[in-house]
């Protein structure tokens, strides 16, 4: 038996001693699907004949060499990164990736199945399902930050196009890849100083969105979901889809709500928000991410929180009313490393949660012995989980620890500093 081996039987039995079968913690860990973003490999940048790049109150910030410029290289790069990832993954598109076709550019308001459907074969061969997102900032007509708000209504009707379109592309994708695309809506719409309106911009909001969603689609092909923010950077007074405006947009629709992790005040975290938005939405979406200052979109670490989100999923057995996606972008690493390194993450924390004792917990927490409770929550903490990750990678075919790292560096070097 190798040392690794040996290190894997002795970590089972740690966790069987805690009533954790590891086998099965593994089986359902690695099922639960993980949408990962397209947008980390080339800065939200997008193969638009003119590209706006990330703006509306998004920004990419470093100059790391090596972005993907071109859909070849950008699929290429998540491919490396596929290779790294343990578990059921799938790829979330912008509609700023459609590709041109027999050389022709689409406008967003003209963009069709056809712009996406390298994408799409590409998926398929690689055994990935796909999600979606229409792209309402990086656009001449978004220059102000306010496409769905805006107080021209040729404006609003061209943005209330795109959106229509890229639900009939969701759809398109979802059939063509028999699994249902999450089409997820986020707008920049806001104000950088004190509005004398809070209520106008809404009524053109929700105006425009329930003219996107006037037509119906079948659930088995795509879902919508609407995304909230607090601010963003040149929009910091006022974000007309607020929180409790797309709750309420969500309830009374029938659509998705999606949680950023980091879209809300600085000390209010989603985790806590799951089970609550779940007592009135039957699914909902996130996109895991992190919030630094005035950035939400850092590449997510292994901390508190993100081992919070999974244990929500996890211990309430939502893993089917939750559509995971992540959403983070640093161009000032190696964007494949920051891509495969949030990534691995997500999977590892669904893992934690998957291996830890929670119904224990929750009997110590139910009988009200809390001493019990805070003993076993901390001492799960430093159970052998880095034995089971490790035997993870190598029986799905993917690397660890140092390997991982030779792996990424050695593309870096052979392909992405070639650029
Ligand atoms: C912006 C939102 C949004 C974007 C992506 C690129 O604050 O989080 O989801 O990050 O659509
Ligand atoms: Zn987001």
């Known amino acids: 038996m190798t040392k690794k081996d040996a290190g894997f039987e002795f970590a089972k039995e740690c966790f069987a001693g805690y009533g954790v079968d590891v086998d099965d913690a593994v089986r359902a860990a690695l ?17 638009e004949k003119a590209s706006g790049g990330a703006d509306g109150g998004i920004a990419v910030t470093g100059n790391h060499p090596g972005r993907a410029r071109t859909p070849e290289e950008l699929r290429a790069d998540f491919e490396k990164v596929l290779s790294f990832l343990p578990g059921k993954t799938r790829i979330n598109l912008h509609a700023c990736y459609a590709e041109p076709v027999n050389g022709k550019y689409a406008d967003r308001d003209t963009i069709s ?8 074969d590409w ?13 309402f900032f990086g656009h001449a007509k978004a220059a102000d930050g306010c496409p769905l708000t805006n107080r021209d209504k040729g404006i609003r009707d061209f943005w209330v196009e795109h959106g229509r379109r890229c639900r009939e592309i969701s759809a398109q994708i979802g059939m063509k890849t028999k699994s249902s695309v999450l089409d997820n809506f986020w707008a920049p719409d806001g104000s950088k100083d004190t509005p004398a309106d809070r209520l106008a911009p809404r009524d053109r909001l929700m105006d425009s969105l329930d003219r996107m969603f006037e037509k119906k689609y079948e659930a088995s092909k795509t879902v919508d979901s609407v995304e909230s923010k607090l601010f963003g950077m040149g929009c910091e ?32 975290v989603i985790s806590d928000k799951i089970s609550a938005v779940l007592k009135f939405i039957p699914e909902i979406s996130l996109h895991v991410s992190r919030g630094v200052r005035w950035d939400s979109d850092h590449v997510i670490t292994l901390n508190d929180e993100l081992n919070a989100i999974a244990q929500e999923i996890v211990w309430n057995g939502f893993c089917s009313r939750v559509r995971i996606g992540l959403d983070y972008f640093d161009a000032s690493i190696n964007r494949v490393a920051a891509w495969s390194i949030g990534a691995r993450n ?6 934690f949660a998957m291996l830890t004792p929670y119904k224990k917990i929750r009997e110590a927490e139910n009988a009200g012995d ?7 929550q901390e001492e799960y903490r430093t159970l052998p989980f880095g ?19 030779d792996s990424f560096k050695a593309y870096e070097k052979d392909v992405l500093s070639k650029r």
Not at 31 to 47: E, K, L
Not at 248 to 259: D, F
Not at 346 to 351: F, G, Q, V
Not at 370 to 376: F, P, S
Request: glycine share 10%; proline share 3%; charged share 15%.
């Open 387 to 405: 034995a089971v990750w490790d035997h993870v990678c190598a029986e799905t075919g993917k690397c660890s620890g140092q390997e991982f790292i």
């Open 346 to 351: 997500m999977r590892k924390a669904l893992l």
């Open 123 to 135: 998926a398929n061969a690689q055994g990935i399902g796909v999600d979606f997102n229409p792209t």
């Open 31 to 47: 099922a639960i699907p993980v949408s990962v973003h397209c947008w980390q490999g080339d800065d939200v940048t997008g193969f």
């Open 237 to 268: 007074s006022y974000t007309a889809g607020s929180h409790e405006f797309y709750m309420g947009y969500a309830v009374t629709r029938g659509k998705l709500l999606c949680l950023d992790a980091g879209h809300f005040h600085p000390t209010e």
């Open 113 to 120: 199945f056809d712009n996406f459907k390298n994408w799409t």
């Open 370 to 376: 809390n001493t019990l409770r805070l003993a076993l």
